[in-house]
Nanobody, 117 residues
Framework: QVQLVESGGGLVQAGGSLRLSCAAS????????MRWYRQPPGKLRELVAV???????NYADSVKGRFGISRDNAKNTVYLEMNSLKPDDTGVYYC???????????WGQGTQVTVSS
């Protein structure tokens, strides 16, 4: 079956770093646009970073310069490197894979990131 599994979340102090991983199975990974979302407590889910199948990365303004997205197609894995973390970065981080034609979307279960002040 199709499965996206996030890992790497945890508790970290402000200014610290974490590396999230999302391992995919059951999809042609290299053809999917991979995205990271997060949902802070009491807020709506928001887009954090995007890595296209062609190798282009884009970031939300709130994380630009601090976060980096990358992918390893040989391992069917997308990563999110998070540096200089702030308490506002706290939330559940979700991995998403999207294929446009036909439209397909797959989601991971999420991994909790908590940044203490």
């Amino acid at each position: 079956q199709v499965q996206l599994v996030e890992s790497g979340g945890g508790l970290v102090q402000a200014g610290g770093s974490l590396r999230l991983s999302c391992a995919a199975s059951g999809i042609a990974f290299s053809y999917y646009v991979m995205r990271w979302y997060r949902q802070p407590p009491g807020k709506l889910r928001e887009l954090v970073a995007v890595f296209s199948s062609g190798g282009t990365a884009n970031y939300a303004d709130s994380v630009k310069g601090r976060f980096g997205i990358s992918r390893d197609n040989a391992k069917n894995t997308v990563y999110l490197e998070m540096n200089s973390l702030k308490p506002d970065d706290t939330g559940v981080y979700y991995c998403n894979g999207r294929f446009l034609r036909p439209p397909l979307n797959y989601w991971g279960q999420g991994t909790q990131v908590t940044v203490s002040s």
